[in-house]
């Protein structure tokens, strides 16, 4: 572990308590809804926020919470990019080394072979408002590593960036982290950003952790309402027993042993519709009302109350053929091979 | 301190005058009045001016020693202030110090001082039996009462708040960001002041300095009551004109017509260059 820290940052109404650990090479994805605390857990890192007490940071062994800012190994990636209006994209870039320590010759030099390698040779000289905005997230970033960090943090690297560029932006900057030696802390809200670019998810919400594990453990299983809907999952908490697990008096049957508290998992796209009560089994079967209807991609997307609250993903030619509408009742069921159930 | 433009934004149709019904007298008579209280006595000193023999009056030697004097005394003054009061807005924006409400409220004082008050305590703490001028005359020989040294005093102290307030406002409305993004490359507060910060701020310290240096160029209270008013020595333009005014009106107006249009130059400056742009 190069990095290893506990986050503590109280203030008026918001704690944030995390602990953190991020190995040489690996990128940590911090995700969760606004007001969680990434963007503070990012800040405390750059040093930009001061530590609470109980807090603290190491990095490759030395505390890095005793250091002010401008003296710790980082780099930074801000959301909104922050390059300097006033200076050229090669005078950005060489600022850091600049500030370490680096000649004026030597600075720039650094700066043009960090240009070079975020493709972005030919922008030397260009002023920041010239730049588009996914140049500018690669000056950014250049910016940021010309320091030769030990610890990267990126803020929302590509929130600010329109879809399309955020594609293409999104795998540069997947082979930059992987050619990166330290350790990275990325910050987003975004599942697909995080899912994409980080060896790890740590889900934060209230100011602590909620989930952390590989992105496609944390897609598989949820723990939370809020990344249950992140990664597009129905989520229920029940009470497993004897092979079934009981949600609000709609049991589900479920494949393997498991007993006590549990969660149980499906995709809106396993959900189907009855008009009326379909024959068989009456597990993973519930009467539902429709909430809401909407479109969803190509399907159409059923908001279900009832015993318990779904979404349900069915075809335009379904709604027609089962004459959907709000308000209306409604058998619901879903595959007992399409849930997923673990313990809670 | 400062102009703001009006956004047009969602009233831009008014311009039509469809909507909007007729001007209520009440604002248009005043607002009438108060343009010509402002424009007239400006448009009076042309009309009144000696324009045929204002070449032979700009020429004469007091009138080229005022304004020798006025132009270098300000412009010293302006440096001065600079010098002390950009490095004092900074603290006042970026250091949180107890006191600093306080220290910012007596910072402003010498705006809305009496300038005559303002010269009468420089007198008594720099005179030559003052706090400090006492000190001064003691060790180095220096006495500023009376001499361009103390009409730079003088003018410093009264024009030093517009700049202080103009570079603090320009740190206040600066993205602070900016210098976190150095603090992370390894920027010390030095020189994130140095690389960043001035140079975003530029625009609000020209700003500021212009108006100070307007300001000092006018100043007349507590330069004569500090500095009094001797020809060459301490006699700036404004003393001049007030001279003259006794003696000789016409070069009072000649005088008045140099400073004016000194100040229609900075002010169109200040708008063109300065105040309207982002």
């Known amino acids: 572990m190069i990095l290893d820290t506990r986050l503590v940052v109280t203030r008026p109404g918001f704690t944030l308590d995390l602990e953190l650990q991020v190995a040489a090479g690996q990128v940590v994805a911090l995700l969760g809804p606004n007001g969680a605390g990434k963007s503070t857990a990012l800040r405390a890192l750059a040093g930009l926020t001061g530590l609470s007490d109980g807090g603290h940071i190491t990095l490759d062994d030395r505390p890095l919470h005793t250091l002010a800012a401008d003296s710790r190994p980082i780099g930074m990636v801000f959301q909104d990019y922050l390059l300097f209006p006033h200076l050229s994209a090669l005078d950005n870039v060489a600022f850091g080394p600049r500030c370490r320590g680096e000649g004026k010759a030597d600075a720039r030099r650094t700066a043009a072979a960090w240009l070079q390698r975020v493709g972005l040779g030919d922008h030397a000289a260009v002023r920041p408002r010239h730049l588009s905005g996914g140049q500018a997230q690669r000056v950014a970033l250049a910016r940021a590593l010309a320091v030769r960090p030990r610890l990267l943090l990126l803020d929302e690297p590509l929130a600010a960036l329109d879809a399309h560029t955020r594609l293409e932006i999104r795998s540069r900057l997947r082979r930059h982290l992987a050619d990166f030696d330290g350790a990275t802390v990325l910050v987003t809200h975004d599942p697909l950003d995080a899912m994409v670019l980080a060896d790890r998810l740590v889900v934060i919400e209230n100011g602590a952790v909620v989930q952390q594990g590989t992105p496609g453990e944390v897609a598989r299983r949820p723990r939370t309402d809020y990344v249950a809907r992140l990664v597009g999952l129905n989520l229920y908490r029940g009470h497993a027993r004897d092979q079934q697990v009981t949600v609000d008096d709609v049991p589900f049957s479920v494949a393997g042993h498991l007993e006590g508290p549990a969660f149980v998992a499906f995709s809106p796209s396993a959900v189907a519709l009855y008009r009326s009560r379909p024959d068989g089994s009456p597990r993973n079967l519930w009467q539902a009302r429709i909430e809401g209807i909407e479109r969803h991609g190509d399907n159409i997307r059923i908001h279900l109350d009832g015993p318990i609250t779904a979404f349900a993903d069915v075809t335009p030619a379904a709604v027609a053929d089962l004459d959907l509408a709000f308000g209306q009742q409604i058998w619901a069921s879903v595959k007992a091979t399409e849930t997923h159930a673990y313990p809670a | ?278």
């Open chain 2, 1 to 278: 301190m400062t102009t703001s433009t009006i956004s047009p934004g969602r009233g831009a149709r008014r311009g039509s005058g469809a909507v909007t019904g007729r001007l209520p007298w009440v604002l248009v008579v005043p607002a009438l009045l108060g343009m010509a209280f402002l424009v007239l006595p400006l448009a009076g000193l042309l009309v009144r001016a000696p324009w045929s023999t204002l070449a032979v009056r700009l020429a004469e030697p007091q009138v080229l020693e005022a304004l020798r004097l006025s132009l270098v005394t300000a412009t010293v003054a302006t440096a001065g202030c600079l010098l002390l009061g950009v490095p004092l807005a900074w603290l006042l924006a970026r250091v949180d110090f107890p006191g600093r409400r306080v220290v910012r409220a007596l910072v402003t004082v010498p705006l809305v001082l009496p300038p005559v008050v303002g010269g009468v305590a420089l007198l008594l703490v720099f005179g030559r039996r003052g706090l400090i001028g006492q000190w001064l005359d003691a060790t180095f020989g220096v006495t500023l009462p009376f001499t361009s040294a103390g009409v730079v005093v003088a003018e410093a102290f009264v024009a030093m708040p517009f700049l202080v307030i103009s570079v603090e406002g320009a740190l206040r409305a600066a993205d602070q960001r900016f210098e976190e993004a150095a603090a992370t490359l390894g920027a010390s507060r030095w020189t994130i002041f140095r690389r960043v910060t001035l140079p975003l701020i530029a625009p609000g310290v020209v700003a500021g300095a212009v108006l100070c240096w307007a300001r000092a160029l006018g100043e007349f209270g507590a330069t004569i009551t500090f500095a009094g008013n001797f020809p060459g020595q301490t006699q700036t333009m404004p003393l001049a004109v007030y001279l003259a005014l006794e003696t000789e009106p016409e070069a009072a107006i000649v005088l008045s017509l140099v400073l004016l249009a000194v100040s229609v130059v900075i002010l169109a400056s200040l708008r063109d260059r300065w105040v309207n742009s982002p």
